[in-house]
């Protein structure tokens, strides 16, 4: 089983608003990423967790905040944000930090911000 | 850093046709190298890849070439059918992260 599952699948926010996207494998990987994806580009890295801890930082701002409560979920936090952040946000997860092997991504939460 | 140049930016052929995309990546140290296929509204799934201890590995219809000292790889479609319409990324691992070339939109005409 290479699953990696996102919810919610849609999401339409106001500027004000504050909520979360949540991402679970069940492969026992040991890392799990955050990508951003605008329409016709590749996933741009936001954040990655390895065992854990967050180890990468793609200097993303502070009103997207991530979390991983446990090793196999992965939460990202979401408020104040801008028309701009609307995106696909793609969860992926791979099973060893650092290690170069295949990343399984998820099938994206669309987010719309009004 | 790694850069991940892929070619060409959109490409069309006829059913059965084959096709072929092409990727140069900078950083010798790279030695992983996944193809992703994104469909519609869906993720990207991972249809096959190659590391840099193989010149070429073959999956059903789908191949990929690497050749580590022009530092190019490339995936091959034969047969092309519909369903393969997509957008198609090449990848090259590099300091910890994937970095993806700029995608490859494959359209195929019944």
């Known amino acids: 089983d290479t699953e990696v599952t996102q919810t919610p699948k849609h999401l339409v926010m106001g500027m004000t608003n504050k909520k979360s996207l949540k991402c679970e494998q069940h492969m026992g990987h040991r890392a799990m990423y955050w990508y951003k994806q605008k329409a016709k580009k590749p996933p741009e890295l936001m954040f990655v967790y390895s065992y854990e801890k967050l180890s990468i930082n793609e200097s993303v701002p502070s009103r997207f905040s991530p979390e991983c409560p446990n090793s196999s979920l992965l939460n990202l936090h979401l408020h104040a944000l801008q028309p701009e952040d609307s995106a696909l946000y793609l969860c992926?997860?791979?099973?060893?930090?650092?290690?170069?092997?295949?990343?399984?991504f998820g099938p994206g939460t669309r987010l719309l911000v009004l | 850093g790694e850069n991940v140049e892929q070619h060409p930016s959109t490409l069309s052929v006829q059913e059965g046709d084959s096709a072929v995309i092409k990727c140069t990546y900078s950083d010798s140290a790279s030695n992983y190298f996944p193809w992703y296929k994104q469909e519609l509204g869906k993720g990207p799934q991972l249809i096959i890849d190659?590391?840099?201890?193989?010149g070429e590995k073959k999956d059903q219809r789908i191949a990929v070439t690497l050749n580590k000292t022009a530092k190019h790889f490339s995936l091959h479609i034969t047969e092309t059918q519909p369903e393969d319409s997509a957008v198609y990324f090449c990848?090259?691992?590099?300091?910890?992260?994937?970095?993806f070339g700029k995608g490859t939109k494959l359209s195929v005409k019944p």
């Open positions: 992926a997860s791979s099973p060893s930090p650092l290690a170069q092997e295949t990343q399984y």
């Open positions: 990848a090259a691992w590099s300091q910890g992260n994937l970095i």
């Open positions: 190659i590391r840099s201890n193989v």
